[in-house]
Each structure stands twice: as C-alpha cells, then as structure tokens.
C-alpha cells in the first residue's frame, strides 16, 4: 500500500500505522493508497482508497496498558476486561462511532456531487495499543472479541479492528483485503485521479504506480464483477452492471431502455425514460425458428466439405478451441499462468494476498502451497503443493477480459475477479485478493 503524507501525524498511534503500513510487504501487502492526514475532510486521521472501496480510518490509542478482551458496545464507552479504555475523543458522544459516522455521511455526498457517481465510504476505527501493552504475554494483550481480530459495531456499519505495529495486524489487513469486494463498486485510475482533484492534492501517483497498486485503467461503464462462486454482482441501480465511481452517467438498463444519443457530461439523466417498443408476440420467435433451420440444412454441405477437407479440424485458434493439444496462456496482468490440457488444467499464481488455507501435512516442507490450482476433466479443483511454480514461456498469451481458451471438456475465462476455470460441474477461480473452489 502506497502511503501519501498530506500533513504530519498528530499523535504516536496514528504515526505508528503510518509507519506500520510502509512494513506491509510480501505475504502482507495490500494494495491501494492511504492518505495520512487530508486536509479534506477536515478532521480525518486516514484516507484509505483500494480498487473496491473508500474508507476512513480513525485511529485511537489506548495511553494506558490495557489488556484483555475489548467491548465494542454502540451507545456506551467501550471497555477491556471491564476497565474504560479512556480514549481520546474529539466529538460527541461515548465512543468513536459517532465521530466517524458523521465523516463518512458527509464525505460521501460531497464525492457524489463532485460527479463520483456511486461512490461509497466505509468506516473503520483502529484501536492502537501502547508500547506497554504490546510487552504484555500474547493471551494477555488487547484483542476483540471475533478470533478474526474485525468486527462490525452492532446497528452501525462501522468496523473495528485491534492494532499493534508488527505484531496485531490481521484485523486490519482482513478488512482492507475485503472492503468493499462485494458491494459492487470499483474504483478505476480516472476515479482515483477525480478523488485527488477534489482532495486538492497535487501528488497523485502516476498512472504506472496506480497499476502496481491493483488499480485498473478503466473499469468501464458496463463492466461485470462477479462474486467467489461466479454469480454476477449488482450495482444499486442497475442488475447487470457495477456502479464505477467516475465521470459518467450509468443509466438503469430498463426492458426496452435505449441509451441517449448525447449524454449528460455531468451524468444529468434524461427526462424522461424511453417506452419499451411493443413485442410481436410469439410470431417472430417462430419465424426466427424456421429461418435457422433452413439456413442449417443449407450450410452442411458446406461445413461438411470443408471439415473433410481440413482433415476433420477446424481452425481453433479463432475461438479460442483446443480440440487435443496443450495451450499457455496468462491473465491480463501476467501475474497467474496457466496450462490446459484434455485431461486438466493447472494454473500458477506468482503474488497472492488473500489468507492461505491450512496446509496440509504433505505439503508443509514446500513452498508453494496456495499458490497452485488443477482442474481435471472430471472430478472437483484442488489446491496442489509442486516442488516448483511454473512460469510463462516468453510467447505465451496474456488474455483479455473476456477471453476464453477452451481444451476438451475444460472452459477457462479471462474475468476482472480473476482466471476462472471449470469442466461443466466443478471449478477454481483465482486472482491476486482471493480464490475459490467447487
């Protein structure tokens, strides 16, 4: 994660994620930006922008050397093992809920009407423990309730998480590695640039560093993410597209919605809504019918002709068909390869940040557990442990989204949630934030 200083931090704890965050490397590292300081809004310890998601972090520091479980009750103080933890608070009301609900309603309008359209901020309060807490024995030192280390306070939307520099950071990485995946929204390098304007913060990274960070050029107007088990995402508006915070206007795709000619620039909708054109009924299904029967029996001759001639092949290539040979291929960010076969298909994942599962006995001595999926032609997707992880021959092909490749009973697609893979029952998906398996 990329660290921008607006301005200096004003006390240790917040200083101490700062620098906490610049130690966020290797298995640890997640990408996205995080703002210490802003000027706007004015107040906010941490601006925090992933590919997904937009969230303010409030740091607390416990002075004193609390220890034990916290409670994390909405409409009173919250407390360790009893004990106030006596925060240091700068708005109304028992706990920092209040402070950081009142940043995030008034931030988020404020992004939507500077024409980020669909943009969502999220919440997160990081209790920082004391140097005297962090010597504590592990059992005894400040945590949460959730083994998780993240929490959610009870009617609020706003997440809680424990932290202590290079010791207690799975709250947090838990909650950045999964803010906003599920909500159906995506923020792209215009939608990042359009925030620093409005931020009026003149470092924006480059387009280069905004790439390293997961963000994509453009996510497009109608573009589809999909969930772990490969079910389309909805926006608030719309059932088939996600809502991309950026400068244009995505209009509810109603039956019979045709999009205007001249859209509004600041994504003014149009007056009103176009009526559906009225349906001839079941006539032009028949019709329909009976012409591609007829063209059918016409072509086979032809295609017949042409297959035997060919030596019973077609040209693969042009669908992305394999009908019995090996093909390579990459995603679009080059970061997983893939080789599919009739019998299987393996694919390799070179930096992966979601929580690897418990490994088992047979892999504990190598290396490269959780970073290997294989698909038979028949049967459910494993996770595999090699000696080695394959890497992409120099003339392999890097897929577009979109893009499939297609070998025997084996289908694997070129996705913006990742490289999915299945044989028509079972399958894996996997990206650098998460994978999955069925």
């Given at each position: ?83 106030d933890l006596n925060l240091h608070l700068t708005g109304e009301g028992p706990n ?17 009407q500077d024409h980020l359209e669909g943009a969502y901020v999220d919440s997160l ?63 792209d390098i215009p939608a990042v640039h359009q925030l620093f304007e409005i931020l ?239």
């Amino acid at each position: 994660m990329r660290l921008i200083r607006v301005n200096a931090c004003d006390s240790w704890s917040e200083e101490e994620f700062a620098s906490g965050l610049e130690e966020w490397v290797g298995e640890d590292a997640v990408p996205g930006i995080a703002i210490a300081q802003p000027t706007t809004p004015s107040g906010v310890d941490f601006l925090v922008v992933t590919p997904y998601a937009c969230t303010i972090v409030e740091i607390k520091g416990v002075t004193r050397a609390a220890r034990g479980v916290v409670d994390i009750p909405a409409g009173s103080a919250w407390k360790a093992n009893g004990e106030d933890l006596n925060l240091h608070l700068t708005g109304e009301g028992p706990n920092p809920i209040g402070q950081v609900q009142k940043y995030a309603r008034s931030f988020g309008p404020r992004l939507r009407q500077d024409h980020l359209e669909g943009a969502y901020v999220d919440s997160l309060v990081l209790i920082v423990q004391s140097r005297e807490a962090q010597a504590h024995e592990e059992s005894e030192r400040l945590r949460l309730r959730d083994e998780s280390g993240l929490a959610t306070v009870a009617d609020t939307r706003v997440n809680v998480a424990v932290y202590a520099r290079g010791q207690n950071i799975k709250g947090a990485l838990k909650y950045f590695r999964q803010a906003g995946l599920y909500r159906g929204s995506v923020w792209d390098i215009p939608a990042v640039h359009q925030l620093f304007e409005i931020l009026e913060i003149d470092s924006c990274p480059t387009e280069q560093e905004l790439l390293d960070e997961g963000f994509e050029r453009d996510a497009g107007a109608y573009s589809v993410r999909y969930d772990r088990r490969g079910t389309a995402l909805t926006g608030a508006s719309d059932p088939t597209t996600v809502i991309v915070p950026r400068r244009a206007y995505v209009p509810p795709r109603q039956p019979g919605y045709q999009a205007p000619s001249t859209p509004s620039p600041y994504g003014n909708p149009p007056s009103t809504w176009p009526k559906p054109k009225k349906s001839h009924g079941p006539l032009r299904a028949v019709l329909l019918t009976v012409m591609v029967l007829m063209f059918a029996l016409l072509a086979w001759p032809a295609i017949w002709i042409a297959l035997d001639a060919n030596g019973g092949s077609s040209n693969a290539a042009e669908d992305g068909t394999a009908a019995n040979s090996a093909t390579t291929f990459l995603s679009p960010d080059r970061n997983t390869v893939c080789l599919a076969t009739t019998a299987s298909v393996r694919c390799d994942s070179t930096s992966v940040t979601y929580d690897m599962p418990s490994t088992p006995a047979r892999c504990q001595s190598k290396p490269n557990w959780g970073h290997v999926f294989v698909l038979d032609a028949q049967g459910t997707a494993r996770l595999e442990c090699p000696a080695t992880r394959r890497t992409a021959p120099a003339a392999a092909q890097s897929l577009g989204y979109g893009d499939r490749r297609t070998v025997g009973f084996i289908t694997c697609v070129s996705e913006r949630s990742g490289i999915r893979c299945s044989n028509g029952g079972h399958g894996f998906q996997t990206d650098r934030l998460r994978y999955d398996t069925w």
